[in-house]
């Protein structure tokens, strides 16, 4: 079954531009139409509901791309401390327009974000808000390290209880078998605990993220009625659905892991919905596409429009760096208004597209770093993908064409000024460090070869 039957088999087709989908409308029934621009509803909020009957914000923020102290990131300047002050009128606005639900880790920020979102929550009543974060036990997970992780989460959200607690990020094999999954939160006893905790009250919700081979995927699932999951943590977008595995081999297509939770009726929560911005950043063709459709709309908004037709998904996530991010995504979301025929066939169209897209697959998490040798890998990608969208890359021909001139110089003139020359591709030596970290299966030291051979072409070009 194709993915206009698929959703027309749940949700009954979409009428031409009014119909609201089952699960994507609201209790208000407000509608988005007739709200400018500038105008946000604060009563409008699409919500759904988890396991228990908790009503949580389809739209959910993520703690994982907060601001900085004098703007930038913390890949560009790793000393900063987060901006607090404009991280707690983000999450006011947020609040003010219904969203409930936001995510954390104990690594997210280089371990800020967990403070940082209980500073801003809690200045608020605590049945206005949820919160969520996660066994980040990648490096370490004895149970004593564990447990002080778990233990931890409390003190810096200043809660007495976590709504929705995640075995963060499981799905890779050791290569004498041993899955993470049972390393990481079967042999140290810290499932077995985390099910008392939840028995007792400090949990509300156990669940788990995704990123890794099917076969773990499959494990962890068949295990539904051991463990009794609330909920589980997905990447779906609407290129993933069906392209996830053709870009990278070892991904799996959002499209099976979707059906394998609704088949067993675990509300979903959908993390890069946007994949690191780079669905909010199409080159000029692809963008073209959506804008000539709805030229008032936010690129990132159709992301969000196309999950709000999956009645499965209990909230998406959206990492939200500035005030910008989070009011387009609000107005997204207030209410959620589903594709019509026509729009879903036209995404499809630019899916094909941007997955045959020669860009590097990288959502900038940050789960590589630090390079034990200085790379700045997410930046180095970011720039060869921005360099790409730009029409920088310079494509196959002679060097005395004017346009591979003009590539070549925009290319090498920008790098050094983007990345710092020490932190640059060269300087990647393939020990691959980075290569267990990465969600998306991205060959590193591959593509940093390839980015040094490209820039060594270049300037071997030019003399």
């Given at each position: 079954?194709?993915?206009?039957?698929?959703?027309?088999?749940?949700?009954?087709?979409?009428?031409?531009?009014?119909?609201?989908?089952?699960?994507?409308?609201?209790?208000?029934?407000?509608?988005?139409?007739?709200?400018?621009?500038?105008?946000?509803?604060?009563?409008?909020?699409?919500?759904?509901?988890?396991?228990?009957?908790?009503?949580?914000?389809?739209?959910?923020?993520?703690?994982?791309?907060?601001?900085?102290?004098?703007?930038?990131?913390?890949?560009?300047?790793?000393?900063?401390?987060?901006?607090?002050?404009?991280?707690?009128?983000?999450?006011?606005?947020?609040?003010?327009?219904?969203?409930?639900?936001?995510?954390?880790?104990?690594?997210?920020?280089?371990?800020?974000?967990?403070?940082?979102?209980?500073?801003?929550?809690?200045?608020?009543?605590?049945?206005?808000?949820?919160?969520?974060?996660?066994?980040?036990?990648?490096?370490?997970?004895?149970?004593?390290?564990?447990?002080?992780?778990?233990?931890?989460?409390?003190?810096?959200?200043?809660?007495?209880?976590?709504?929705?607690?995640?075995?963060?990020?499981?799905?890779?094999?050791?290569?004498?078998?041993?899955?993470?999954?049972?390393?990481?939160?079967?042999?140290?006893?810290?499932?077995?605990?985390?099910?008392?905790?939840?028995?007792?009250?400090?949990?509300?919700?156990?669940?788990?993220?995704?990123?890794?081979?099917?076969?773990e995927f499959d494990k962890v699932v068949a295990l539904t009625d051991k463990y009794h999951w609330d909920f589980a943590q997905i990447q779906m977008n609407y290129v993933d659905w069906r392209y996830a595995h053709e870009?990278?081999?070892?991904?799996?297509?959002?499209?099976?892991?979707?059906?394998?939770?609704?088949?067993?009726?675990?509300?979903?929560?959908?993390?890069?919905?946007?994949?690191?911005?780079?669905?909010?950043?199409?080159?000029?063709?692809?963008?073209?596409?959506?804008?000539?459709?709805?030229?008032?709309?936010?690129?990132?908004?159709?992301?969000?429009?196309?999950?709000?037709?999956?009645?499965?998904?209990?909230?998406?996530?959206?990492?939200?760096?500035?005030?910008?991010?989070?009011?387009?995504?609000?107005?997204?979301?207030?209410?959620?208004?589903?594709?019509?025929?026509?729009?879903?066939?036209?995404?499809?169209?630019?899916?094909?597209?941007?997955?045959?897209?020669?860009?590097?697959?990288?959502?900038?998490?940050?789960?590589?770093?630090?390079?034990p040798y200085g790379l700045d890998i997410p930046g180095i990608f970011s720039f060869y993908n921005k360099s790409l969208n730009e029409g920088n890359i310079a494509t196959e021909g002679t060097v005395e064409q004017k346009?591979?001139?003009?590539?070549?110089?925009?290319?090498?003139?920008?790098?050094?000024?983007?990345?710092?020359?020490?932190?640059?591709?060269?300087?990647?030596?393939?020990?691959?460090?980075?290569?267990?970290?990465?969600?998306?299966?991205?060959?590193?030291?591959?593509?940093?070869?390839?980015?040094?051979?490209?820039?060594?072409?270049?300037?071997?070009?030019?003399?």
């Open positions: 079954m194709d993915r206009r039957s698929f959703l027309k088999s749940m949700l009954g087709g979409v009428a031409a531009g009014t119909a609201i989908a089952a699960g994507c409308d609201n209790p208000n029934g407000v509608k988005a139409e007739g709200y400018s621009a500038g105008e946000v509803p604060v009563d409008a909020m699409t919500y759904r509901a988890d396991k228990h009957g908790q009503q949580v914000s389809l739209l959910g923020f993520g703690m994982m791309r907060l601001p900085v102290e004098g703007g930038g990131s913390l890949r560009e300047n790793p000393d900063a401390k987060l901006d607090q002050e404009l991280i707690n009128r983000m999450v006011d606005y947020a609040i003010d327009h219904g969203v409930n639900y936001f995510d954390t880790a104990p690594v997210y920020m280089r371990g800020m974000s967990e403070g940082a979102t209980g500073v801003a929550l809690n200045r608020h009543p605590r049945d206005k808000w949820l919160v969520a974060t996660k066994l980040s036990n990648f490096r370490t997970w004895t149970r004593e390290a564990s447990l002080r992780m778990y233990e931890n989460s409390f003190v810096q959200l200043g809660v007495e209880h976590i709504d929705y607690y995640l075995l963060h990020s499981f799905g890779g094999v050791d290569p004498d078998g041993t899955s993470d999954f049972e390393k990481r939160f079967v042999d140290n006893g810290m499932l077995d605990f985390l099910m008392e905790e939840r028995e007792k009250g400090r949990i509300r919700n156990l669940g788990w993220s995704f990123h890794g081979q099917q076969s870009i990278e081999e070892e991904n799996v297509n959002a499209e099976y892991l979707y059906n394998e939770l609704d088949r067993r009726q675990i509300p979903i929560v959908i993390m890069e919905p946007v994949l690191g911005g780079r669905l909010a950043t199409l080159n000029d063709h692809m963008a073209s596409m959506l804008k000539q459709r709805e030229p008032e709309r936010s690129l990132a908004s159709w992301c969000f429009r196309y999950l709000g037709m999956f009645p499965r998904i209990m909230t998406s996530l959206s990492g939200m760096s500035n005030m910008e991010h989070v009011e387009d995504n609000v107005r997204t979301h207030c209410p959620c208004q589903p594709l019509t025929d026509d729009e879903l066939a036209l995404l499809e169209r630019v899916a094909d597209e941007f997955a045959h897209y020669p860009a590097i697959p990288c959502t900038a998490c940050q789960y590589c770093m630090p390079c346009e591979y001139r003009r590539a070549r110089r925009a290319f090498l003139t920008t790098y050094d000024s983007s990345i710092e020359r020490l932190r640059q591709a060269d300087h990647c030596i393939a020990c691959g460090h980075c290569l267990t970290h990465c969600p998306q299966h991205i060959a590193i030291p591959d593509k940093m070869r390839m980015i040094e051979d490209y820039t060594n072409k270049l300037k071997d070009s030019m003399v």
